[in-house]
């Protein structure tokens, strides 16, 4: 196993985490994403781009299947996580988000404590033995979203009376409590305010070490600090993929030269 | 004008031509004013007759409430205030004036839109004191008949015996509890069958069910709350009843009544069922999409997101659902006297008959009735005794409401 990866991680720069062929997506009878391949690597973050209705963010819920909760939506084509395919019969969808944790756009805790928005994957999921356990779970989580020592003296109050900033962190938490390999982040600032926004990114910096973070953000600086990897989607297709500098100092792509510089968008 | 003495009944009539001739006026001496240039004036015609019409009609309205409320508080001090005749003169004195100001004061310069905006205002502000006085006024003179009853028949007796065995020739003994008993056994039942079986239909038609069977099953549920109580007491009476009575309280004897607490709670129980369904399915639903989809991205399954997510956070609002069927259980009497009968009783046997405060209420006020004597008055003690039980259940209930529907702003 050792040996594999180390063949992948001088061949790729780094291992494979995510491998995507064909995907297509489509709403009743609207495509949304077309023929879209992609290859996503471990302890990075690949950061989504491209304007809105591109398909960034169905492309994303594909990952971790949670398209599958939408009724009209069909999805096609093969997505490997850790080289299993993830629509395989075998494999559960609700085991599968366990594994491929999400923060979402909007902040959305529980109407719960803050210490039961954090223990709720670990409690469902079986992660602890112990309450003792449990509490270190949730105490870790906290500390890795850069919030326990904001929340550490009121884990009782309600998860929905932080501020904005302090709940999204909370959803990171949440999402990091359940052990996930890979972290899918829908637009996680465009809700927050500047030094909210600064916080998450710090964070995410400090994530990578450990998860493969896939990101969709609308702003084009924040997807050139945090990320090593770009994508840029327009239209439901992939149009260029490379590394985050490669992307936006030497765009292969009219287009995607076009979006970068504000002219599509 | 004597002569509208003898017009008397018409003075509505006469109010409403009054007003119609002001509104007409003010709109002719707008545009008089105006000199055959609309825009010379500060508000159209429409707006001066608008304002005229109210200026009339509004001071009537009111000035005859305020008179024949005058009257009415003088009957009971037993003084005469006002004569019967005063009243329309003095109303039609008033519209009098309004018509002759309102006509008066629209000129070019008047501004008839705000006038006529404050004439609106006022409206509202009326119809909204209609309701806040007319639960005062049903308070006050519930109020009124049961201090007189607690003048002839003390409170401890009412309050703390269980003998209730009125006798209309006197020495009656009216104690409360037995029917309190009644009451809550039945409502208790009731809600035991409304409150599970209708937040789980609210469940499965809010969560599990498709577009197609929730356009189909919701309707058919709140035709179900569109029944006439009336209608599920005789259910009760030729079908829950009977049945209880041959499969369960003869075989079991447990007693050989069709009318009993199980019968009535029962059919209360299946009338409120469409009551707690339809809002819990409110509260279900006003929780955020987000919400949910934050559970599934954790890798919950549908029923774990539902009981450990969906439900805490609307269960404010079902608990408001449950507090408001509870305070209409206590209310209602058809099904009771239908289905539970109305021997008063104080027993756990739930396939007794048993009664309750509601159809006592009733009881003491049917036939020959004298509203002096403490058979009678009783009824308006009652009244009050379940006016502040479900004035406190409904609060209550209220309270909750509002404090969820603070939460996801």
Known sequence: MKDIDVIERSRAGARQKISARNVQVRYGHTAAIKNVSVDIAADTVTAFIGPSGCGKSTFLRCLNRMNDTIDTCRVTGEIRIDDEDIHDPKVDPVQLRAKVGMVFQKPNPFAKSIYDNVAYGPKIHGLARTKAELGDIVKVALEKAALWDEVKDRLDSPGTGLSGGQQQRLCIARAIATAPQVLLMDEPCSALDPIATAQIEELIHDLRRNYCVVIVTHSMQQAARISQKTAFFHLGSLVEYGDTDQVFTAPRDSRTESYITGRIG | ?409
């Open chain 2, 1 to 409: 004008m004597i002569r509208n003495l003898d017009m008397a009944p018409s003075l509505p009539a006469l109010v409403i031509g009054l007003a119609v001739l002001a509104s007409f006026a003010a709109q002719m001496r707008a545009r008089a004013a105006s000199g055959g240039d609309l825009r010379n004036l500060a508000s159209l015609p429409g707006p001066h007759g608008a304002n005229a019409f109210l200026s009339v009609l509004v001071p009537a309205i009111a000035s005859y409430a305020a008179l024949s409320l005058v009257r009415l508080i003088g009957d009971r001090q037993g003084v005469e205030l006002l004569s019967a005749h005063s009243v329309p003169v003095a109303v039609l004195v008033v519209a009098a004036l309004g018509c002759g100001g309102a006509i008066s004061v629209s000129t070019a310069r008047f501004r008839a839109r705000a006038a006529f905006e404050w004439w609106i205002k006022s409206l509202l502000i009326a119809a909204a004191a209609v309701a806040v006085l007319t639960t005062l006024g049903i308070v006050l003179s519930m109020l009124f008949e049961a201090v007189q009853f607690f003048q002839q028949y003390h409170w401890r007796d009412f309050f703390l015996s269980s003998k209730w065995s009125p006798n209309f020739r006197g020495n009656s003994a009216l104690g409360i509890l037995p029917l309190l008993w009644g009451t809550l056994y039945i409502s208790f039942i009731a809600l035991l069958l409304a409150v599970p079986v209708g937040l789980f239909a609210a469940i499965y038609l809010s969560e599990y069910a498709g577009r197609r069977m929730r356009n189909v099953a919701k309707p058919l549920i709140e035709i179900l709350a569109g029944i006439p109580t009336i209608v599920y007491g005789l259910f009760a009476l030729t079908t829950i009843g009977p049945v209880l009575r041959d499969y369960f309280a003869q075989p079991l004897g447990l007693g050989d009544s069709a009318s009993s607490v199980m019968t009535a709670g029962l059919v209360m129980g299946i009338m409120l069922i469409p009551f707690v369904s339809s809002l819990s399915d409110d509260a279900i639903n006003a929780v955020p999409q987000a919400m949910r989809d934050g559970s599934y991205a954790l890798g919950a399954t549908r029923s774990e997101t539902i009981r450990q997510v969906v439900i805490p956070a609307a269960l404010p609002g079902i608990m408001g659902a449950a507090l408001l069927a509870a305070s209409r259980a206590i209310g209602e009497t058809m099904i009771v006297v239908l289905g539970a009968g109305a021997a008063a009783r104080l027993s756990l046997n739930p396939l007794e008959a048993m009664t309750t405060i509601t159809v006592k209420i009733v009881s003491q006020l049917t036939g020959d009735t004298d509203f002096a004597s403490p058979e009678t008055l009783v009824a308006f003690a009652l009244g009050l005794t379940l006016f502040v039980f479900t004035l406190g259940l409904n609060v209550l209930a209220l309270m909750i409401v509002r404090k969820y529907r603070e939460r996801y702003e």
